[in-house]
């Protein structure tokens, strides 16, 4: 399995951001998939979950600013971000849940006081 996220840049506080996450080598559409995000120093940590059915979940530092959506033709995961602030610097990672190899490089997001 291979993961590509991209989207990932500087941006003042407030502002917003869409990432976006290609996978490939499996069958994208019957697993869910998940955004996680990893700050300088600190451990990874869960962001945003979308199922195979579409139903999502949101960690609460991230409810009611982010969206998580995907588009199984393309085999592509998103995460839309508004809103964002400093305590959302982070690498971000898709990952396929139940796979444990599926970890892509990540993609770096840099908010700006």
């Known amino acids: 399995v291979q993961l590509q996220a991209s989207g990932g840049g500087l941006v003042e506080a407030g502002g917003s951001l869409r990432l976006s996450c290609k996978v490939s080598?499996?069958?994208?559409?019957?697993?869910?998939m998940s955004w996680y995000r990893q700050a300088p120093g600190k451990q990874r940590d869960l962001v945003a979950t979308?199922?195979?059915?579409?139903?999502?979940d949101y960690s609460d530092s991230v409810k009611g600013r982010f969206a998580i959506s995907r588009n199984n033709a393309r085999k592509t995961v998103y995460l839309e971000m508004n809103n964002l602030n400093l305590e959302d610097i982070s690498v971000y990672y898709c990952?396929?849940?139940?796979?444990?190899?599926?970890w892509g490089r990540g993609t770096l997001v840099t908010v700006s006081s």
């Open positions: 979308i199922t195979a059915g579409g139903a999502t």
């Open positions: 080598g499996v069958n994208f559409a019957i697993y869910a």
């Open positions: 990952h396929v849940e139940g796979l444990q190899a599926s």
